[in-house]
Each structure stands twice: as structure tokens, then as C-alpha cells.
């Protein structure tokens, strides 16, 4: 199993730039890809963006622009730049990782991190 554990969030002006990011402990061997997503008030939870194991990266439309989400070298940790920030990407940022069951048959689970706040506001 793995443990998530996101920081780097904050308040910030319109426009300004935040970097999360998250940092799995645990049998992090197995994990397989890993994203953010985010929750803001009232609504439902939302993939950010994505990256795999071998890197490939996916980010959302909507953010695309301005987000860049990437991975630790030779290691685990994800981390999502966020730029030109805007008061609408105001939420709770979740990290997830999708982990390998080391056993058969060889399922796959959902791990979440406890969630970091950004709050764009001026």
C-alpha cells in the first residue's frame, strides 16, 4: 500500500503561480500512474491531470494552458505547476495514484492523498 501526502498549497493573487506537490511513501513500486485532481466548493471532484509511469502526460483542456504536471526523476514524487492562476481554480487539489496489487490477479487500487487548499483570490 502507499501513503499520499500533497503540499504546497496556498492563497494566492489572480496570476500568480503555485507548485504542489506529492510525495507517496510505502510500496511505491507498484504504483502505476499518478494525478491530481481537485474539489471546489459544491462541486464534484475533477481530474486535473495525469502522468504515467513511463511519463506520459495528460492534462484537462480547461487548464491545459497553464498547468504542467510532471515526475520526479528515477523517483515518485509528482508535482503540478500552476500558473496564471485564476480565482475559478480555487479548490481542494487531491493527489491519486493507481497502485498495482503485487498478487493475483493482479488488481489494480486507488490510493488519495488528504487534499491541499488553493485559494486564488484577491
Known amino acids: 500500500q502507499v501513503e499520499l501526502v500533497e503540499s504546497g498549497g496556498g492563497l494566492v493573487q489572480p496570476g500568480q503561480s503555485l507548485k504542489l506537490t506529492c510525495t507517496p511513501s510505502g510500496d511505491r513500486l507498484f504504483i502505476l500512474d499518478m494525478g491530481w485532481y481537485r474539489q471546489a466548493p459544491g462541486k464534484s471532484r475533477e481530474l486535473v491531470a495525469t502522468?504515467?509511469?513511463?511519463?506520459?502526460?495528460n492534462v484537462v483542456d480547461s487548464v491545459k494552458s497553464r498547468f504542467t504536471i510532471s515526475r520526479e526523476d528515477r523517483g515518485y514524487t509528482v508535482y503540478l505547476q500552476m500558473d496564471w492562476l485564476r480565482p475559478e481554480d480555487t479548490a481542494v487539489y487531491y493527489c491519486n495514484a493507481n497502485w498495482l496489487i503485487p498478487s493475483p490477479p493482479y488488481q489494480t487500487r486507488e490510493f488519495w492523498g488528504q487534499g491541499t487548499q488553493v485559494t486564488v483570490s484577491s
Open positions: 502522468i504515467t509511469k513511463d511519463g506520459v502526460k
